[in-house]
Protein backbone atom coordinates (compact mmCIF):
# COMPACT_ATOMS: atom_id res chain seq x y z
CA UNK A 1 0.00 0.00 0.00
CA UNK A 2 0.93 3.85 -0.03
CA UNK A 3 3.94 4.51 1.93
CA UNK A 4 6.76 7.07 2.02
CA UNK A 5 8.01 5.73 -1.21
CA UNK A 6 4.72 6.35 -3.18
CA UNK A 7 2.29 3.97 -4.55
CA UNK A 8 3.77 0.36 -5.49
CA UNK A 9 1.10 0.08 -7.66
CA UNK A 10 1.17 -0.56 -11.81
CA UNK A 11 -1.73 0.68 -12.87
CA UNK A 12 -1.79 0.93 -16.97
CA UNK A 13 -5.86 1.22 -17.38
CA UNK A 14 -7.32 4.52 -16.32
CA UNK A 15 -10.23 5.36 -19.01
CA UNK A 16 -13.15 4.27 -18.49
CA UNK A 17 -13.88 2.94 -21.95
CA UNK A 18 -11.23 0.71 -21.54
CA UNK A 19 -12.70 -1.47 -19.28
CA UNK A 20 -16.37 -0.77 -19.11
CA UNK A 21 -19.09 -2.92 -19.89
CA UNK A 22 -22.59 -1.26 -19.52
CA UNK A 23 -23.79 -3.98 -17.14
CA UNK A 24 -20.74 -5.82 -15.84
CA UNK A 25 -22.19 -5.13 -12.21
CA UNK A 26 -24.97 -7.91 -12.89
CA UNK A 27 -22.25 -10.05 -14.56
CA UNK A 28 -20.55 -10.13 -11.48
CA UNK A 29 -23.79 -11.52 -9.85
CA UNK A 30 -24.79 -13.83 -11.74
CA UNK A 31 -20.96 -15.37 -11.67
CA UNK A 32 -21.16 -15.71 -7.95
CA UNK A 33 -24.59 -17.15 -8.35
CA UNK A 34 -23.25 -19.86 -10.84
CA UNK A 35 -20.47 -21.03 -9.57
CA UNK A 36 -20.14 -24.58 -9.53
CA UNK A 37 -18.20 -28.01 -8.93
CA UNK A 38 -16.41 -29.89 -11.02
CA UNK A 39 -15.69 -32.57 -8.40
CA UNK A 40 -19.56 -32.47 -7.28
CA UNK A 41 -21.96 -31.25 -10.06
CA UNK A 42 -20.65 -33.52 -12.58
CA UNK A 43 -22.41 -36.85 -12.70
CA UNK A 44 -18.80 -38.40 -13.46
CA UNK A 45 -19.94 -42.29 -13.33
CA UNK A 46 -21.83 -41.85 -16.50
CA UNK A 47 -18.64 -40.72 -18.28
CA UNK A 48 -17.64 -44.20 -17.83
CA UNK A 49 -17.96 -47.32 -20.75
CA UNK A 50 -17.06 -44.78 -23.32
CA UNK A 51 -15.99 -46.82 -27.04
CA UNK A 52 -12.44 -46.87 -27.24
CA UNK A 53 -12.39 -44.58 -30.49
CA UNK A 54 -14.89 -41.95 -29.00
CA UNK A 55 -12.70 -41.59 -25.92
CA UNK A 56 -9.53 -40.85 -27.63
CA UNK A 57 -11.00 -38.59 -30.09
CA UNK A 58 -13.06 -36.86 -26.96
CA UNK A 59 -9.32 -36.56 -25.72
CA UNK A 60 -7.92 -35.24 -28.21
CA UNK A 61 -10.29 -32.25 -28.50
CA UNK A 62 -9.94 -31.94 -24.87
CA UNK A 63 -6.60 -31.67 -24.70
CA UNK A 64 -6.38 -29.09 -27.28
CA UNK A 65 -8.91 -27.11 -25.72
CA UNK A 66 -7.15 -27.42 -22.45
CA UNK A 67 -4.14 -25.65 -23.96
CA UNK A 68 -6.54 -22.59 -24.51
CA UNK A 69 -8.00 -22.65 -21.42
CA UNK A 70 -4.74 -21.99 -19.90
CA UNK A 71 -4.47 -18.83 -22.17
CA UNK A 72 -7.92 -17.48 -20.82
CA UNK A 73 -7.03 -17.84 -17.21
CA UNK A 74 -3.56 -16.33 -17.41
CA UNK A 75 -4.66 -12.94 -19.70
CA UNK A 76 -7.13 -11.76 -16.90
CA UNK A 77 -4.94 -13.18 -14.02
CA UNK A 78 -2.24 -10.82 -15.69
CA UNK A 79 -4.95 -7.87 -15.84
CA UNK A 80 -6.42 -7.67 -12.83
CA UNK A 81 -3.83 -5.56 -10.97
CA UNK A 82 -3.04 -3.45 -13.97
CA UNK A 83 -6.85 -1.71 -13.71
CA UNK A 84 -7.17 1.07 -11.47
CA UNK A 85 -9.64 0.09 -9.26
CA UNK A 86 -12.22 3.08 -9.56
CA UNK A 87 -13.29 0.56 -11.90
CA UNK A 88 -14.05 -2.03 -9.14
CA UNK A 89 -16.83 -4.32 -10.82
CA UNK A 90 -14.90 -4.96 -13.81
CA UNK A 91 -11.39 -5.98 -11.59
CA UNK A 92 -14.13 -8.07 -9.52
CA UNK A 93 -16.28 -9.92 -12.72
CA UNK A 94 -12.47 -10.47 -14.45
CA UNK A 95 -11.72 -12.47 -10.91
CA UNK A 96 -14.66 -14.26 -11.49
CA UNK A 97 -13.38 -15.33 -15.28
CA UNK A 98 -9.70 -16.20 -13.34
CA UNK A 99 -11.83 -18.56 -11.11
CA UNK A 100 -13.92 -19.81 -14.21
CA UNK A 101 -11.06 -20.49 -16.57
CA UNK A 102 -9.31 -22.56 -13.92
CA UNK A 103 -12.59 -24.89 -12.92
CA UNK A 104 -12.40 -25.43 -16.74
CA UNK A 105 -8.84 -26.26 -16.77
CA UNK A 106 -9.66 -28.45 -13.84
CA UNK A 107 -12.91 -29.96 -15.09
CA UNK A 108 -10.87 -31.28 -18.44
CA UNK A 109 -8.43 -32.52 -16.86
CA UNK A 110 -10.83 -34.82 -14.79
CA UNK A 111 -12.81 -35.70 -17.70
CA UNK A 112 -9.29 -37.04 -19.64
CA UNK A 113 -7.82 -38.94 -17.24
CA UNK A 114 -11.79 -40.59 -16.18
CA UNK A 115 -11.11 -43.91 -18.51
CA UNK A 116 -7.23 -43.35 -18.45
CA UNK A 117 -6.59 -42.00 -21.62
CA UNK A 118 -5.20 -38.60 -20.72
CA UNK A 119 -3.34 -36.27 -22.88
CA UNK A 120 -3.21 -37.13 -26.86
CA UNK A 121 -1.08 -34.95 -28.72
CA UNK A 122 0.58 -32.11 -28.73
CA UNK A 123 -0.13 -29.07 -30.82
CA UNK A 124 2.70 -26.44 -30.83
CA UNK A 125 1.35 -24.21 -33.73
CA UNK A 126 -1.93 -23.39 -31.16
CA UNK A 127 0.64 -22.85 -28.29
CA UNK A 128 2.71 -20.66 -30.73
CA UNK A 129 -0.68 -18.40 -31.53
CA UNK A 130 -1.14 -18.42 -27.81
CA UNK A 131 1.70 -16.68 -26.93
CA UNK A 132 0.96 -13.99 -29.31
CA UNK A 133 -2.28 -13.40 -26.78
CA UNK A 134 -0.52 -13.93 -23.47
CA UNK A 135 2.22 -11.43 -23.73
CA UNK A 136 -0.17 -8.57 -25.21
CA UNK A 137 0.34 -6.32 -22.72
CA UNK A 138 -2.63 -3.91 -23.53
CA UNK A 139 -6.06 -4.41 -22.50
CA UNK A 140 -8.47 -3.59 -24.49
CA UNK A 141 -6.95 -5.49 -27.31
CA UNK A 142 -6.00 -8.65 -25.52
CA UNK A 143 -9.75 -8.89 -23.86
CA UNK A 144 -10.66 -7.82 -28.26
CA UNK A 145 -8.56 -11.04 -28.89
CA UNK A 146 -9.80 -13.28 -25.71
CA UNK A 147 -13.19 -12.20 -24.79
CA UNK A 148 -14.73 -11.50 -28.15
CA UNK A 149 -12.85 -13.55 -30.69
CA UNK A 150 -11.48 -16.61 -28.75
CA UNK A 151 -14.16 -17.35 -26.11
CA UNK A 152 -16.50 -16.20 -29.04
CA UNK A 153 -15.45 -19.11 -30.86
CA UNK A 154 -15.30 -21.74 -27.56
CA UNK A 155 -19.18 -20.78 -27.05
CA UNK A 156 -19.94 -22.16 -30.78
CA UNK A 157 -17.49 -24.81 -30.37
CA UNK A 158 -18.88 -26.25 -26.61
CA UNK A 159 -22.88 -26.09 -28.81
CA UNK A 160 -21.44 -28.21 -31.19
CA UNK A 161 -19.74 -30.35 -28.81
CA UNK A 162 -22.70 -30.65 -26.44
CA UNK A 163 -24.15 -32.37 -29.78
CA UNK A 164 -21.46 -35.00 -30.35
CA UNK A 165 -19.70 -35.74 -27.15
CA UNK A 166 -20.22 -39.54 -26.53
CA UNK A 167 -21.21 -39.09 -22.66
CA UNK A 168 -23.68 -37.72 -20.15
CA UNK A 169 -20.59 -36.63 -17.94
CA UNK A 170 -18.72 -34.74 -21.25
CA UNK A 171 -22.43 -33.18 -21.93
CA UNK A 172 -22.86 -31.69 -18.28
CA UNK A 173 -19.81 -30.14 -18.11
CA UNK A 174 -20.23 -28.33 -21.64
CA UNK A 175 -23.48 -27.33 -20.56
CA UNK A 176 -21.81 -25.63 -17.63
CA UNK A 177 -18.47 -24.10 -19.00
CA UNK A 178 -20.84 -22.57 -21.92
CA UNK A 179 -22.88 -20.40 -19.35
CA UNK A 180 -19.03 -19.41 -18.00
CA UNK A 181 -17.95 -18.49 -21.65
CA UNK A 182 -21.42 -16.49 -22.29
CA UNK A 183 -20.73 -14.61 -19.19
CA UNK A 184 -17.03 -13.54 -20.51
CA UNK A 185 -17.96 -12.87 -24.26
CA UNK A 186 -20.65 -11.13 -22.95
CA UNK A 187 -18.46 -8.20 -20.95
CA UNK A 188 -16.30 -8.29 -24.11
CA UNK A 189 -18.32 -7.51 -26.57
CA UNK A 190 -20.25 -4.84 -24.29
CA UNK A 191 -16.84 -3.67 -23.37
CA UNK A 192 -16.21 -3.19 -27.16
CA UNK A 193 -19.31 -1.18 -27.93
CA UNK A 194 -18.32 1.37 -24.65
CA UNK A 195 -14.81 1.92 -26.61
CA UNK A 196 -16.46 2.10 -29.78
CA UNK A 197 -18.63 4.77 -28.92
CA UNK A 198 -16.15 7.35 -27.33
CA UNK A 199 -13.49 6.33 -29.87
CA UNK A 200 -14.82 4.97 -33.18
CA UNK A 201 -11.10 4.58 -34.47
CA UNK A 202 -10.24 1.93 -31.79
CA UNK A 203 -11.13 -0.71 -34.79
CA UNK A 204 -7.87 0.23 -36.38
CA UNK A 205 -5.88 -1.35 -32.82
CA UNK A 206 -8.00 -4.05 -32.92
CA UNK A 207 -6.84 -4.91 -36.32
CA UNK A 208 -3.55 -4.19 -35.79
CA UNK A 209 -3.83 -6.16 -32.15
CA UNK A 210 -4.67 -9.35 -34.79
CA UNK A 211 -1.93 -8.54 -37.27
CA UNK A 212 0.64 -8.18 -34.75
CA UNK A 213 -0.43 -11.54 -33.54
CA UNK A 214 -0.44 -13.00 -37.38
CA UNK A 215 3.74 -12.56 -36.24
CA UNK A 216 3.77 -15.11 -33.75
CA UNK A 217 1.43 -17.48 -35.73
CA UNK A 218 2.72 -17.68 -39.37
CA UNK A 219 2.57 -21.17 -40.11
CA UNK A 220 -1.17 -21.56 -38.43
CA UNK A 221 -4.22 -21.53 -40.65
CA UNK A 222 -7.93 -23.07 -39.80
CA UNK A 223 -8.26 -25.79 -36.99
CA UNK A 224 -5.70 -28.47 -36.78
CA UNK A 225 -6.29 -31.14 -38.70
CA UNK A 226 -6.21 -33.92 -36.07
CA UNK A 227 -8.72 -31.91 -34.30
CA UNK A 228 -11.06 -31.76 -37.43
CA UNK A 229 -10.54 -35.27 -37.59
CA UNK A 230 -11.53 -35.96 -34.34
CA UNK A 231 -14.15 -34.11 -33.89
CA UNK A 232 -15.80 -35.85 -37.47
CA UNK A 233 -15.25 -39.20 -35.26
CA UNK A 234 -17.56 -37.68 -32.37
CA UNK A 235 -19.95 -36.11 -35.20
CA UNK A 236 -19.99 -39.38 -37.10
CA UNK A 237 -20.12 -41.73 -33.93
CA UNK A 238 -17.53 -43.75 -35.30
CA UNK A 239 -13.63 -43.64 -36.89
CA UNK A 240 -14.46 -44.90 -40.29
CA UNK A 241 -16.86 -45.77 -43.15
CA UNK A 242 -19.97 -43.75 -43.75
CA UNK A 243 -20.42 -42.29 -40.21
CA UNK A 244 -17.41 -40.62 -40.37
CA UNK A 245 -18.25 -39.11 -43.71
CA UNK A 246 -20.45 -37.75 -42.29
CA UNK A 247 -18.93 -36.43 -39.38
CA UNK A 248 -16.23 -34.38 -41.53
CA UNK A 249 -19.14 -32.86 -43.58
CA UNK A 250 -20.83 -31.95 -40.10
CA UNK A 251 -17.54 -30.16 -39.10
CA UNK A 252 -17.00 -28.54 -42.38
CA UNK A 253 -20.71 -27.16 -42.05
CA UNK A 254 -19.53 -26.29 -38.57
CA UNK A 255 -16.45 -24.17 -39.59
CA UNK A 256 -18.57 -22.17 -41.82
CA UNK A 257 -21.03 -21.59 -39.25
CA UNK A 258 -17.79 -20.25 -36.92
CA UNK A 259 -17.19 -17.43 -39.65
CA UNK A 260 -21.17 -16.38 -39.87
CA UNK A 261 -21.24 -16.06 -35.91
CA UNK A 262 -18.08 -14.30 -35.47
CA UNK A 263 -18.99 -11.82 -38.30
CA UNK A 264 -22.53 -11.26 -36.60
CA UNK A 265 -21.04 -10.94 -32.91
CA UNK A 266 -18.56 -8.64 -34.61
CA UNK A 267 -21.29 -6.17 -36.09
CA UNK A 268 -23.47 -6.37 -32.74
CA UNK A 269 -20.64 -5.03 -30.58
CA UNK A 270 -21.09 -2.08 -33.53
CA UNK A 271 -18.49 -2.82 -35.67
CA UNK A 272 -19.22 -1.68 -39.71
CA UNK A 273 -19.79 -4.81 -41.97
CA UNK A 274 -16.98 -4.67 -43.82
CA UNK A 275 -14.62 -4.33 -40.83
CA UNK A 276 -16.09 -7.16 -39.25
CA UNK A 277 -15.35 -9.66 -42.71
CA UNK A 278 -11.66 -8.52 -42.19
CA UNK A 279 -11.54 -9.01 -38.81
CA UNK A 280 -13.42 -12.40 -39.02
CA UNK A 281 -10.75 -13.35 -42.06
CA UNK A 282 -7.61 -12.36 -40.06
CA UNK A 283 -8.65 -14.57 -36.95
CA UNK A 284 -9.11 -17.34 -38.92
CA UNK A 285 -5.38 -16.88 -40.08
CA UNK A 286 -3.89 -16.51 -36.55
CA UNK A 287 -5.61 -18.58 -34.66
CA UNK A 288 -5.50 -21.89 -36.09
CA UNK A 289 -7.32 -22.77 -32.55
CA UNK A 290 -10.38 -21.23 -30.96
CA UNK A 291 -9.24 -18.32 -29.05
FE1 LIG B 1 -12.99 -21.35 -20.38
FE1 LIG C 1 -13.82 -18.10 -20.77
Redesign the pocket.
Given at each position: MAGEEGVPHDFRVLDRHQVWADGVERLYEQAKERQWDASRDIPWDAGRGVPEALEVALCTVLTWMVQQ?FA?WYVPAKFVPRIHPAYLEPVLFLST?VM??AR?VEVFTKRLFLNGVGFVGSYPATEASLQGLIQQEEFDKASFLLHVLG?GT?LDLFTFLRRVVPDEASRVILVRAHE??AR?VAYGTGRVRVQLQEDPSAIHRFVAALEERLNFARDVSGIPSQIQEALAVLAGGESRGRPFVRGVKEVAAFQKELQANRIQRLTGSGFPEAAARHISHLHAKASGNAM
Amino acid sequence: MAGEEGVPHDFRVLDRHQVWADGVERLYEQAKERQWDASRDIPWDAGRGVPEALEVALCTVLTWMVQQEFAAWYVPAKFVPRIHPAYLEPVLFLSTQVMDEARHVEVFTKRLFLNGVGFVGSYPATEASLQGLIQQEEFDKASFLLHVLGEGTFLDLFTFLRRVVPDEASRVILVRAHEDEARHVAYGTGRVRVQLQEDPSAIHRFVAALEERLNFARDVSGIPSQIQEALAVLAGGESRGRPFVRGVKEVAAFQKELQANRIQRLTGSGFPEAAARHISHLHAKASGNAM
